[in-house]
């Protein structure tokens, strides 16, 4: 690639994952440890040559070592924007591998950043680096591309980087050397079939891209475009220690992520969440290594899955879960995380994709954190995923105010939390649950303090007795009435409802207004009209709206939309059960469920979700 090509194209960035796998067969990536091997020699894995004028060329490009701390392991990245890197989720999630960022400076030196957190990008192996802030003296380069939405196609050249193994070691069959320098390659993409394209290795398994080139960027065209290497194909001396005796790398496969380039372009715009990964329970998995998972996408999902994580923040004070878990085999045991168990059991509404049931995940108090998921219903028989998003509860009670309930209501039934509303940011939050043994009292629980009366009315899920589907309608005089589906929606009521995971905004304040679609008006019931924010990376919702031709509700901004496909229960005409499918394009969909029209009353109070 001649210079004048290099500074006037735009990119195409692949992360590659480290070669491995067993004797001429498709395996899955593990780990980019380097290879250790005997004697070099001068053939490259990677062709043409090392970089000239190398540091002016990787300062304008882009191109970042990825270092480990107290392992020998390297991998690449490319600078999206000056503070966020793209690489492969693999280099920074194996164990004990801690990244640094490196970067050459012009006087032949180093700077080097840590990561403020990283943003997992679905199950592609690609993952977002948010770095520290860089420090005086730096000459950190000033990098921004923007990314193509579209796929590669048979034939497309593609000019690739990295800086990993660029030689087979001699004897044959003894493995793979020569990394730490950067290196190019330009090829022919040889297949492509929807998100995943290949490079063939030439006859003799040369000019591919070999451990230490994960995360390393390709160049196609005026293009930005981004992947990530899936599998390799190998041959090895020894089947069983395939990675240490390579003798040819016949190809890569890269998993596309151009579905997630609105989500990359908008990164240094966007205000993120860093969540810390769950801990499932029993068969339940959690793609903490997504691109090695083999568990199915269910058939709800149009895109890919993050994993399962929460966040427990300071500036919060509210425990905000993200992400997928699931489970092959039926099994309510969901997960267990000591460090998030609440004061008291805490049972919050959450959406399953399970026969459209109703469900809740039940938090066990001073348990060790475990989660076990409760359905409306018998529990089904076969395995189901569960969408974790928007589920949310105050972590603690410290200085709420107390909600004494009336009308022969009682507070904390089952070892749930004291009754009591607290503001954070823009929102009331509401904690604990309450019942109510006399049928002759009326569903009318309380009466809400003046500092927590919403200025329209709202309608906001809740759980009630058995995972019944149920709501509260709370009216800026701050009656708050419990409503439930059907006719025996009123005796659920009364055996059990949880307020946790209730929440809603006391006014507009700080909300952008947005355009509703395909016939939907604002504001039923003396509601308000339906408006979102972002509050510390999290895309809260407030409104309610019907009337629609169609389910689909509105588009929200590119910088408001999640990576992926999210799920979230919401509240429906009379109170039935609904979900809320907010798509990575910004499509928000409403389904209905249970016999509810299409364009019938949606409530958006309370629902929220991790970006």
Not at 130 to 148: F, H, I
Not at 498 to 517: K, Q
Not at 563 to 575: E, N
């Amino acid at each position: 690639m001649s210079e004048k090509m290099m500074t006037q194209s735009k990119w195409v960035v692949i992360a590659v994952a480290a070669a491995s796998g067993c004797a001429v067969a498709t395996s899955e990536q593990a780990g980019g440890e380097p290879i250790e091997g005997a004697s070099e020699t001068q053939q490259e894995i990677m062709g043409g040559g090392l970089l000239a004028n190398d540091v002016s060329t990787r300062r304008s490009l882009g191109l970042i070592d990825v270092v480990g701390e107290g392992v020998s392991t390297n991998c690449s990245g490319t600078l999206i924007h000056s503070d966020w890197v793209l690489t492969a989720a693999h280099c920074v999630n194996a164990s004990p591998f801690v990244p640094r960022y490196r970067a050459p400076r012009t006087d032949g030196g180093f700077d080097q950043r840590t990561t403020l957190y990283h943003v997992a990008l679905g199950q592609n192996d690609l993952v977002l680096a948010r770095l520290t802030a860089p420090t005086a003296g730096m000459m950190w380069p000033n990098v921004t591309r923007q990314m193509n939405p579209t796929a590669l196609s048979v034939g497309n050249m593609v000019t690739c980087y990295g800086r990993g193994h660029n030689a087979y070691n001699t004897p044959a069959g003894t493995g793979t050397s020569g990394d730490g320098r950067w290196r190019s390659m330009t090829k022919a993409v040889a297949a492509a079939s929807g998100s995943e394209f290949r490079l063939d290795a030439t006859a003799n398994g040369l000019l591919v891209a070999g451990s230490g080139d994960s995360g390393g960027p390709c160049f196609f065209g005026n293009n930005l475009q981004a992947g990530v290497a899936s599998h390799s194909e190998i041959q090895c001396a020894d089947p069983l220690n395939c990675e240490a005796t390579t003798s040819k790398i016949l190809n890569i496969t890269y998993r596309s992520t151009h579905d997630y380039a609105v989500y990359i372009d908008q990164a240094e715009n966007r205000a993120f969440t860093s969540y810390t990964a769950v801990t499932p329970a029993g068969t339940w998995v959690n793609p903490l290594n997504p691109w090695l998972s083999t568990e199915s996408v269910p058939p709800v999902l149009t895109g890919s899955l993050v994993p399962g994580g929460y966040s427990t923040t300071a500036t919060t004070g509210v425990a905000a879960f993200h992400g997928y878990l699931s489970t092959p085999t039926a099994n309510q045991n969901v997960m267990a995380n000591p460090n998030i168990n609440p004061s008291g059991d805490v049972y919050v509404p959450v959406a399953v994709n399970a026969a459209n049931q109703a469900a809740r995940l039940y938090f066990k108090g001073q348990a060790g954190g475990q989660v076990e998921l409760q359905f409306d219903g018998a529990a089904p028989n076969a395995g189901y995923g569960l969408y974790l998003d928007g589920v949310q509860w105050v972590r603690s009670t410290v200085g709420a105010t107390p909600l004494l309930p009336q009308q022969g209501w009682t507070a904390q039934p089952f070892n749930t939390r004291a009754t009591r509303g607290i503001r954070i940011g823009s929102k009331v939050y509401l904690t604990g649950a309450i019942n109510n043994s006399s049928a002759d009292q009326g569903m009318q629980p309380f009466v809400l303090p003046a500092e927590f009366r919403p200025s329209a009315n709202v309608f906001v899920n809740v759980t009630l007795c058995d995972s019944y589907k149920g709501r509260l309608l709370i009216r800026p005089n701050g009656t708050v009435t419990i409503q439930a589906d059907g006719a025996n929606g009123t005796a659920k009521a009364r055996c059990f409802t949880s307020l946790e995971g209730a929440s809603y905004a006391m006014t507009d304040a700080g909300y952008t207004a947005v355009a509703l679609e395909n016939g939907w008006t604002n504001s039923p019931s003396d509601t308000r009209p339906v408006r979102f924010k972002n509050e510390n990376g999290i895309v809260h919702f407030q409104g309610a709206a019907s009337g629609g031709t169609s389910g689909h509700l509105l588009t929200l901004p590119a910088a408001f939309r999640p990576q992926t496909l999210i799920v979230l229960p919401v509240d429906r005409t009379q109170a039935k059960q609904g979900a809320l499918y907010i798509h990575p394009s910004g499509q928000v969909n409403v389904i209905g469920f249970n016999g509810v029209a299409i364009g019938a009353f949606v409530s958006l109070e309370g629902i929220s979700f991790g970006i």
